[in-house]
């Protein structure tokens, strides 16, 4: 059972170049997520679905869009990447509500770098 | 949302318990407490859940008072490999869920 799945590990990217973090997982959960942590600091949430064709978004959506045409499937991409997008990207995903069922399983993390 | 407030960071020596606790004073009623530990290049992880009085698994135990507007996570003789960093978090699971800064954890030889 492989969890949580993102790639790439590590990316740099150019001022003003796109990419997309790809994001799979293989539990059946219907909540996926989006944080991002940059040094030293907590996690801050980015976008988030409940379900397949539904996306929200989180406390820091600006710069970024994600889609959600799957069930197992959460790509996050990033259009005109900006130095302020170097952080670490990880995805996670939760059986959805009540007690015991949303326990998050996050993935290993995207190390991103902006130059 | 429930917002939680913690201690910015814990030091402690091995073997010695180690207690963190969280403030959550606008807990809703459906809302869960649930602690996680990330370690450095890595994904937070689950250690523990509760709703009211204590739980208690292989990793922790987790005190939570009737008034549930704090919790407490409690790692008995805790070793280097638990440095890390312990966040609480409050909700449902419905909705998003925010990290705090968390718990900076440094266990000392």
């Known amino acids: 059972n492989a969890g949580v799945t993102q790639t790439p590990k590590f990316r740099i990217l150019k001022i003003g170049q796109s990419m997309t973090l790809q994001c799979t997982q293989d539990m059946n959960h219907n909540y996926m997520y989006w944080y991002r942590q940059d040094p030293g600091m907590g996690l801050k949430l980015i976008y988030y679905?409940?379900?397949?064709?539904?996306?929200d978004k989180g406390e820091v959506p600006n710069g970024y869009n994600v889609s959600r045409s799957t069930t197992e499937d959460f790509p996050l991409r990033l259009e005109l990447a900006a130095p302020s997008q170097t952080s670490v990207y990880f995805c996670?995903?939760?059986?959805?509500?009540?007690?015991?069922?949303?326990?998050?399983?996050f993935g290993s993390g995207t190390r991103l770098t902006v130059v | 949302l429930a917002k939680t407030t913690q201690p910015i960071s814990m030091d402690s020596y091995e073997g010695q318990e180690v207690n963190i606790t969280c403030s959550h004073n606008?807990?809703?009623?459906?809302?869960?407490i649930t602690w996680y530990q990330q370690f450095p290049s890595q994904g937070p992880r689950f250690i523990i859940q509760g709703y009211k009085t204590k739980v208690t698994n292989e990793v922790a135990s987790l005190f939570i008072p009737a008034d549930r507007k704090s919790s407490t996570l409690s790692l008995p003789r805790v070793s280097l490999s638990d440095t890390a960093v312990y966040y609480c978090?409050?909700?449902?699971?419905?909705?998003?869920?925010?990290f705090g800064k968390g718990t900076r954890l440094h266990i000392l030889p």
């Open positions: 606008n807990i809703a009623t459906n809302d869960y």
């Open positions: 679905s409940v379900g397949a064709g539904i996306t």
């Open positions: 978090l409050v909700g449902d699971g419905g909705d998003k869920i925010i």
């Open positions: 996670a995903s939760s059986q959805g509500t009540g007690f015991s069922s949303y326990g998050y399983t």
